[in-house]
Antibody
Framework: QLVESGGGLIQPGGSLRLSCGAS????????MHWVRQSPGKGLEWVSR????????TYADSVKGRFTISRDNARNMVYLDMRSLRAEDTAVYYC??????????????WGQGTLVIVSS | EIVLTQSPATLSLSPGERATLSCRAS???????LAWYQHKPGQAPRVLIF???NRATGIPDRFSGSGSGTDFTLTISSLEPEDFAVYYC??????????FGGGTKVDIK
């Protein structure tokens, strides 16, 4: 199970930390992702951390503003967001990558947490 | 960057009808990295198909995927009431790491 938290209303230029708690599986075995969906839009990939967060990647739209991290001891993955813009308004989902070097897909997703960036 | 274009944007069908959803890539896509998801309002997205044509665990056999190169298809052989949703294709590349198509909404006619 993946459960996101930390969403809310934040002013433009502000910062927010999203959290995602994992249970029911060996968290350290999985790469973790953040994907978002803006109102009326489709899914947009945001960021990825490998098993120990020694490797992270970001969409160009958030690079330099968002940081993904994880705490394997606590089974948590985080998304630190700063310099937030109106276009960052979205439901943010955490998801795990199916643990295969051959296939690439997200096999389990959380329910999402809503971030609204508005003054 | 590989762009995935899904068509049609909306598909209006009746229960029992066949749905054919298209996903076209702007460049060649490794079929091992092509997946399809179902997303209903207020719910978590759910993977249906991975590796172009493999059904994920628990997915009914009315869902099937096919394709190669730049053209991929998700077919629902006979729509059930619970299948009315938005469907997304997804591919993996170097940068960005994942790309989703714009989605196809399957709604009730």
């Amino acid at each position: 199970q993946l459960v996101e938290s930390g969403g809310g209303l934040i002013q433009p230029g502000g910062s927010l930390r999203l959290s995602c708690g994992a249970s029911g599986f060996n968290f350290g075995d999985y790469w973790m992702h953040w994907v978002r969906q803006s109102p009326g839009k489709g899914l947009e990939w945001v960021s990825r951390a490998n098993n120990d967060a020694s490797s992270t990647t970001y969409a160009d739209s958030v690079k330099g503003r968002f940081t993904i991290s994880r705490d394997n001891a606590r089974n948590m993955v985080y998304l630190d967001m700063r310099s937030l813009r109106a276009e960052d308004t979205a439901v943010y989902y955490c998801a795990r990558r199916f643990p295969s070097g051959e296939y690439y897909f997200l096999d389990h997703w959380g329910q999402g947490t809503l971030v609204i960036v508005s003054s | 960057e590989i762009v995935l274009t899904q068509s049609p944007a909306t598909l209006s069908l009746s229960p029992g009808e066949r749905a054919t959803l298209s996903c076209r890539a702007s460049q060649w896509v490794d079929k091992n990295h092509l997946a399809w998801y179902q997303h209903k309002p207020g719910q978590a997205p759910r993977v249906l198909i991975f590796r172009t044509s493999n059904r994920a665990t628990g997915i009914p056999d009315r869902f099937s995927g096919s394709g190669s190169g730049t053209d991929f298809t998700l077919t629902i052989s006979s729509l059930e009431p619970e299948d009315f949703a938005v469907y997304y294709c997804q591919q993996h590349a170097t940068s960005p790491e994942l790309t989703f198509g714009g989605g196809t909404k399957v709604d009730i006619k």
